[in-house]
């Protein structure tokens, strides 16, 4: 029982493990995802680039959620031999914008992501897209090809007007929000 209350207490929040599970296994094992020891500029980098592959499966949000959880939990960041190890993240932090650095701070309440995003909408949205775009086709599809705006937007259209398609003018004003946001 006590052990129990530990292992939650200490335990990463479910919907981090169930985000990196969702969205960075989608393409790859968790043998690539975490095949590397980098700094947090590094991590930073990759997961900007994972996410351009597929920007609606990975919103803004999640970019910094995911970032948050691959340096801070799993804690695939490079050893720092110099000084004690108290706070690997803190001793990763040599990359050269500062400013970004802020947005990672030590306490895990702060879900202060970077301007611009909202959660909200993204949350919304998420669920629309996977709920709406999987009804003919696998996910996979909108995951994978809408990579750019202009494509994603004419898409988008193109979807709403076949035949049964059940996506609504509202789920339309919901998504593009969301897409506009994302590229
Ligand atoms: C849309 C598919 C897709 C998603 C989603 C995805 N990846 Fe990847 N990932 C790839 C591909 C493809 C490669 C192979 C190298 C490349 O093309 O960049 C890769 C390679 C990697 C590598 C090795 C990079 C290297 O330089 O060898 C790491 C680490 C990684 N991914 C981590 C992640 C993490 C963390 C996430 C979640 C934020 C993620 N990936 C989400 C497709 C994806
Ligand atoms: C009523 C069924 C239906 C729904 C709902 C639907 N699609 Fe499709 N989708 C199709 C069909 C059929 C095709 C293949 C023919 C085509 O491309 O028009 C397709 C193809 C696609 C493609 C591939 C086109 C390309 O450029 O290769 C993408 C991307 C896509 N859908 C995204 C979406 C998104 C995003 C949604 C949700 C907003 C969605 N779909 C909802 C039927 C649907």
Known sequence: ???LLLALTIAAPPSER?????KCLYCHSEEVAESKRLTL???RRVIDQMRKKAPLLISRSDAVLLTRYV?????LTVATPARPV???????????SPQK????????????????????LEQQASALIQHRCSKCHALGRVYGRLDTLERSLTTLERMRLKTGSGITDDDVRVIEAYLRAQF
Do not use: F, H, N
């Open 1 to 3: 029982m006590l052990s």
């Open 18 to 22: 169930l985000t990196y599970e969702r």
């Open 41 to 43: 500029p590094q991590w």
């Open 71 to 75: 340096t801070q939990t799993l804690r």
């Open 86 to 96: 108290a706070s690997p993240v803190v001793e990763v932090k040599t990359g050269p």
């Open 101 to 120: 650095l802020t947005e990672e701070p030590e306490s895990e309440a702060a879900e202060a992501p970077a301007p611009a995003i909202d959660p909200e």
